[in-house]
Nanobody, 126 residues
Framework: QVQLVESGGGLVQAGDSLRLSCAAS????????MGWVRQAPGKVREFVAA????????YYADSVKGRFTISRDNAKKTVYLQMNSLKPEDTAVYYC???????????????????WGQGTQVTVSS
């Protein structure tokens, strides 16, 4: 089991940066691949980024590639999402999520994630 709590959201202007954090509890965190998923008003949840348990591999949606960076610190049980060059279309609730044990998918489907945080709002004004 993994419990997740996000922080770091807020209201920024286009071009600004934000760093989201996801604090995890539970003994399986260090062996769990983690991801960030976002949901804008009136839209379905959208994969943003994922990182394997070791941090050796990362995955990004095309819409954020080159602007966002996912990382993790297993000693601190924390996953980060550094967001640079933010755009108004990045406005959404951002969720931290974990895949189940023994997962072998592509990490890019929100329905593949079993554990979710409560979300943190990111609003980018133009």
């Amino acid at each position: 089991q993994v419990q997740l709590v996000e922080s770091g959201g807020g209201l920024v202007q286009a071009g600004d940066s934000l760093r989201l954090s996801c604090a995890a509890s539970g003994r399986t965190f260090s062996s769990s691949a983690m991801g960030w998923v976002r949901q804008a008003p009136g839209k379905v949840r959208e994969f943003v980024a994922a990182i394997t348990w070791s941090g050796s591999s990362t995955y990004y949606a095309d819409s954020v590639k080159g602007r966002f960076t996912i990382s993790r610190d297993n000693a601190k049980k924390t996953v980060y999402l550094q967001m640079n060059s933010l755009k108004p279309e990045d406005t959404a609730v951002y969720y931290c999520a974990a895949v189940p044990a023994y997962y072998s998918g592509t990490y890019t489907r929100p329905n593949d994630y079993s554990y979710w945080g409560q979300g943190t709002q990111v609003t980018v004004s133009s």
